[in-house]
């Protein structure tokens, strides 16, 4: 009987019954090998033949099993996303664009955990000993007791890892590992998957931290296969544009705290350093309101961030209008415009819209909805929002208002900003806010006949 074989791509890790020239699924060329199935590899008589020596059952309240203590990184917003600090023996993926500045955060946590008293260990794969020294002489990190390897043999980094037990291990990056046992060339998917288990593996049975630094696809996601993501134990996304000089660490994935929680840094010529207020920076100066502009109240993890959106709106010279969004997702822009047209009767047909979050914030919450309708109204019309106030709700697609969470979160962090009006939907709850007005809405229609004179 022929044993079954896998053709899978090296590129994206989709699995095909049969080889080809080009991958269906990204489109990439010659990138399809063939892998053995471990169901009909050489070990899988001996595994179903030998029983191996069961497992050690405990219970859920177990009192000898005490939570491990985090240690604290002395970065504030690091450990922030980190969900307090980092646990002992997890794994923790940091992804991000090229020159984003991934390996100097890297470098500053590592001599941050080095300067606290934990052993760390910076494995580079990317640059030799001397250029990792240069940027650390750059940043003033040059006397932080960090140990500093250059390899890229995931062998001979795990026998140095293993004789001298640090606390702390990064690895940078993981698209560089080489794996001898894996015949196929660093940075494939079968590289970065075995790479990527047996660092994890290797965290939790010797109680060390391993931090992987990982490379992003041109889709935004973290190159080499989805399976990655869920090995260890958090991924974190470096966000920012490039032309800007903020950066937004977010986490995507914590097993040891919030989802969605962000780390706000401003990239200096001395390196990272952290923003303690971000509303303040993402929204600039509010003295003269402009239209188009409006201010939405957010949530990010369990920090309240108020931003700026921006919207233009204006005659198209083409038959197809155009749509051009930044920081938020398209398609809900696109429903926006809908609700607008069918349920208040304003048309955004033959008008180009653009749309962008100032300071490259990248907002996901459906409660920008209201501020984003508001803005292009705002814009349509050519009349600014009223001064100091700010906007959050989710439009349903009859047009009425939904709340959302953290009401008061939410307003308590605009009015400590010098906000004196919130826009929201009519069931959303705010209690004891002195010196903030709430002005409630049912419904899209009523906010754009008070304000817009329309509708």
């Known amino acids: 009987m022929a044993k079954p074989m896998t053709f899978v791509c090296q590129s994206c890790g989709a699995a095909h019954s049969k080889w080809s020239g080009r991958c269906d699924a990204c489109g990439a060329w010659n990138s399809i090998v063939e892998e053995v199935p471990l169901s009909s590899g050489p070990g899988a008589k001996a595994i179903g033949a030998k029983r191996g020596r069961g497992m050690t059952l405990t219970d859920l309240d177990a009192a000898d099993d005490v939570p491990p203590p985090r240690a604290a990184s002395g970065i504030a917003e690091l450990d922030r996303v980190l969900g307090g600090g980092l646990v002992p023996a997890?794994?923790?993926?940091?992804?991000?664009?090229?020159?984003?500045?991934?390996?100097?955060?890297?470098?500053?946590?590592?001599?941050?955990?080095?300067?606290?008293?934990?052993?760390?260990?910076?494995?580079?794969?990317?640059?030799?000993?001397?250029?990792?020294?240069?940027?650390?002489?750059?940043?003033?990190?040059?006397?932080?007791?960090?140990?500093?390897?250059?390899?890229?043999n995931l062998r001979e980094i795990l026998t140095t890892l293993e004789a001298e037990k640090p606390d702390?291990?990064?690895?940078?990056?993981?698209?560089?590992?080489?794996?001898?046992?894996?015949?196929?060339?660093?940075?494939?998917?079968?590289?970065?998957?075995?790479?990527?288990?047996?660092?994890?593996?290797?965290?939790?049975?010797?109680?060390?931290?391993?931090?992987?630094?990982?490379?992003?696809?041109?889709?935004?996601?973290?190159?080499?296969?989805?399976?990655v993501e869920h090995m260890v134990d958090?991924?974190?996304?470096?966000?920012?544009?490039?032309?800007?000089?903020?950066?937004?660490?977010?986490?995507?994935?914590?097993?040891?705290?919030?989802?969605?929680?962000?780390?706000?840094?401003?990239?200096?010529?001395e390196g990272l350093s952290e923003v303690a207020n971000p509303s303040a920076l993402f929204l600039g100066e509010r003295d003269n309101p402009q239209p188009g502009a409006a201010v939405f109240a957010g949530i990010e993890g369990s920090r309240p961030v108020l931003c700026e959106f921006q919207a233009l709106v204006a005659p198209t010279p083409t038959s197809q209008p155009r749509r051009s969004v930044v920081g938020w997702d398209g398609a809900r822009l696109a429903m926006i415009l809908a609700v607008l047209e069918a349920r208040c009767a304003i048309p955004f047909?033959?008008?180009?819209?653009?749309?962008?979050?100032?300071?490259?914030?990248?907002?996901?919450?459906?409660?920008?909805?209201?501020?984003?309708?508001?803005?292009?109204?705002?814009?349509?019309?050519?009349?600014?929002?009223?001064?100091?106030?700010?906007?959050?709700?989710?439009?349903?697609?009859?047009?009425a208002l939904r709340p959302v969470g953290q009401t008061e979160n939410r307003l308590k962090e605009a009015a400590k900003l010098g906000f004196s009006t919130a826009i929201a939907p009519a069931q959303a709850k705010a209690t004891g806010m002195e010196g903030m007005g709430v002005r409630h809405y049912p419904d899209l229609a009523g906010l754009v006949g008070d304000i817009f004179g329309a509708g």
């Open 168 to 227: 702390v291990a990064i690895i940078d990056s993981i698209q560089t590992m080489w794996v001898d046992s894996v015949d196929s060339a660093p940075g494939s998917v079968a590289q970065v998957r075995a790479a990527a288990h047996e660092l994890t593996t290797f965290a939790k049975r010797h109680g060390i931290s391993v931090v992987l630094v990982g490379h992003v696809t041109k889709e935004g996601q973290i190159a080499g296969p989805r399976v």
């Open 349 to 399: 047909s033959g008008l180009d819209v653009y749309l962008n979050v100032a300071g490259g914030l990248r907002v996901r919450e459906p409660a920008a909805d209201l501020a984003v309708a508001a803005a292009l109204l705002s814009a349509r019309e050519d009349v600014a929002l009223p001064e100091r106030s700010v906007i959050f709700g989710e439009i349903s697609l009859s047009g």
């Open 90 to 152: 997890s794994a923790i993926l940091v992804g991000g664009d090229p020159g984003i500045g991934k390996s100097t955060l890297m470098l500053q946590a590592a001599a941050s955990f080095a300067r606290s008293g934990l052993g760390c260990i910076y494995v580079s794969g990317e640059e030799a000993r001397a250029q990792v020294r240069m940027r650390a002489t750059r940043l003033g990190l040059g006397d932080a007791p960090v140990k500093l390897a250059a390899e890229t």
């Open 234 to 269: 958090t991924v974190l996304y470096f966000e920012g544009e490039r032309g800007l000089q903020f950066r937004i660490l977010r986490a995507v994935k914590n097993r040891f705290g919030p989802a969605d929680e962000i780390g706000v840094f401003e990239m200096t010529g």
